[in-house]
Every structure is written in structure tokens, then in C-alpha cells.
């Protein structure tokens, strides 16, 4: 593999409250040395940046039905025409609930798929690099 990531920067609407919508940067960011994963990060000042990771099947699956049971659930809101993305991440320190245009993710998500597979993802795992990353020396 070695392809140094696909990156997608965008922007979508924090939801505050139903009254307090606030358009903010986003990232998505996909690299073969974590097939299975998407990291995904956002602007919530000029000096604090969230980042989440979490998979890659999830957000694909999010595109087209409700997915998630945990702290990530992304659902499409709209025709498939003129379909908008709901991504809520959840803490114990807070929530965040984030609506953007779901084709442009839609077409980023297909360009990691073209970089590794669904279903190849452990044949781009480097086994012995992640190993000697987790392990003491």
C-alpha cells in the first residue's frame, strides 16, 4: 500500500440546540495503516480541535441506514438525492451532534474503498509494525 492518507476537509453544522446552529470545519482522514478505521476531527475553537476514530464500516453503513449503538451514531436524513448526514459522538463530558452534506463524504468514502477493499483490510495491516508499536522494547 503506502499511500500517505486520503483527507477530505469540509464543513458541516454543529447543532447546538435547536436554536444555535454554528458551520464549522471538518476533517476525515483514512490512511492504509489503519484499514478499518476513519478518523474524523472538528473545529470547536481557533485552539481546540475533537478528534474520533472510529470504523470505517460504520460511516458507510451510516450513509444509507441508522448505525451506531455507542458514543458514534451517524443516520442520512433526506431523499438520496438530496441527502444531509447526521454524525452524534457522545461522552460523559459532553455531546455533539454535527449535520453536513452526505455527498461529498459519499464520494470520499468511495476513494478509500479503491485504496483498500471492504474485506481486504487485514491484508494491509503491517502485523509486525503494529506489534512492535503496542509492545515494550
Known sequence: MG???LELKT???HVADPDMRVRIPVRLY???TDPYAVQ???DVSPDEVVQWTFARELLAQGLTSPAGLGDVKITPVG???DRT???KLETPDGNACLEGAA???EAWLAETY???AAGQESKAVDIDTLLDELLPH
Request: avoid cysteine; proline fraction near 12%; charged fraction near 10%.
Open 11 to 13: 464543513h458541516m453544522t
Open 30 to 32: 483514512y490512511k492504509d
Open 85 to 87: 448526514i447526521s454524525i
Open 103 to 105: 455527498a461529498p463524504i
Open 79 to 81: 431523499s438520496p438525492q
Open 40 to 42: 474524523f476531527s472538528f
Open 3 to 5: 499511500f500517505p492518507g
Open 114 to 116: 479503491e485504496a483498500v
